[in-house]
């Protein structure tokens, strides 16, 4: 059996546009030649595959069978070609990827997700840390770049940040807690209430602690406290325990209804998120590509992050 591909694609316009004239002028070719290549094909199959009507032409059951799989056939092999591209320019190898909580939880999945439909010829280190300890690691050379949150390093000549987006603070809690009838909550009168946090020492923790400082308010004294954005998660959704979170880090939860965030009477300044590399460093093409994947995940449309002498 003698099938041509371009035969297949021929009968795949046809269903796209319902007509013969419009699928030949689509394809660039005449109206019969386009008849006489949908007859050829019937020829070979033995099988009707179009029926012709005053109002235009319909793709018979095993037409769109065989359309479908047409389609799928184009698909596959835009995929190879654009693998085989990439295993070209050097998309290959493994990249080290450092994130806070935030990044690995949502964001770095799904670029990675998003890679791996273009290319297989690749793996990944993924590194969940605080901003300090991943500034660390990048430095030492154990990371090829972290996303984190990074206003530091605006004029900071050793490193380039691409802002990617701003977090915003909420108070998370689970959907049935009694505090969760409120519209907005103020820091000073959570005092007494259960909360979970991060550890001492991280950014994020020293904001808060600052905030409570600032304004004269005693910090809770009853918090769990675990590195663990899952852990943390966790217990959210078991007890009353309340946190202040990103509310990008809970859309799942709060899609599912298993928890609700309130907003803060005395909100936490944004805290902007962005891609972090070294500038005395050349950045892989995997790297490259992670970089300007991430930002269109994000809806940037930007190039990869370029090196900047502040």
């Known amino acids: 059996m003698n099938l041509e591909s371009r035969q297949l694609r021929h009968l795949a316009a046809i269903g796209r546009h319902g007509t013969f004239v419009s699928a030949a002028k689509a394809l660039g070719m005449s109206q019969p030649a386009l008849s006489l290549s949908i007859q050829r094909l019937e020829d070979i199959l033995k099988v009707p595959l179009v029926e012709r009507g005053r109002n235009g032409a319909i793709l018979t059951e095993a037409g769109r069978l065989l359309a479908c799989r047409s389609e799928e056939m184009d698909e596959t ?27 690995t939880h949502n964001i770095i999945p799904a670029t990675i997700s998003l890679i791996l439909e273009q290319t297989k010829d690749v793996a990944f280190e993924i590194v969940e840390a605080t901003d300090e300890d991943l500034l660390d690691l990048l430095d030492r050379g154990l990371l090829d770049l972290v996303i984190c949150a990074g206003a530091q390093f605006e004029n900071d000549a050793a490193h380039s940040f691409t802002p990617l987006f701003e977090a915003k603070t909420v108070v998370a809690m689970r959907s ?12 000073d009168a959570l005092q007494d209430e259960m909360w979970a946090l991060p550890p001492s020492g991280g950014t994020f923790r020293k904001q808060i602690e600052a905030l409570y400082v600032t304004n004269g308010w005693t910090f809770p004294k009853r918090v769990i406290q ?15 325990a309340i946190s202040l979170l990103s509310e990008q880090l809970i859309l799942d939860e709060l ?8 907003k803060l009477n005395h909100p936490l300044a944004p805290r902007v998120f962005g891609v972090l590399t070294r500038n005395d460093r050349m950045q892989s093409n995997l790297a490259n590509l992670f970089c300007k994947t991430v930002i269109e995940q994000v809806g940037i449309q930007q190039g990869p992050p370029k090196r900047q002498t502040p």
């Open 226 to 240: 675990t590195a663990s954005i899952a852990t943390l998660l966790k217990i959210v959704r078991l007890t009353d």
């Open 255 to 262: 899609e599912l209804g298993l928890m609700k965030c309130i």
């Open 77 to 103: 092999i835009a995929a190879v070609v654009r693998e085989i591209e990439l295993t070209s320019q050097g998309i290959k190898g493994k990249l080290r990827i450092g994130g806070t909580p935030l990044a």
């Open 176 to 187: 049935d807690n009694p505090l969760a009838k409120h519209s907005s909550l103020s820091l």
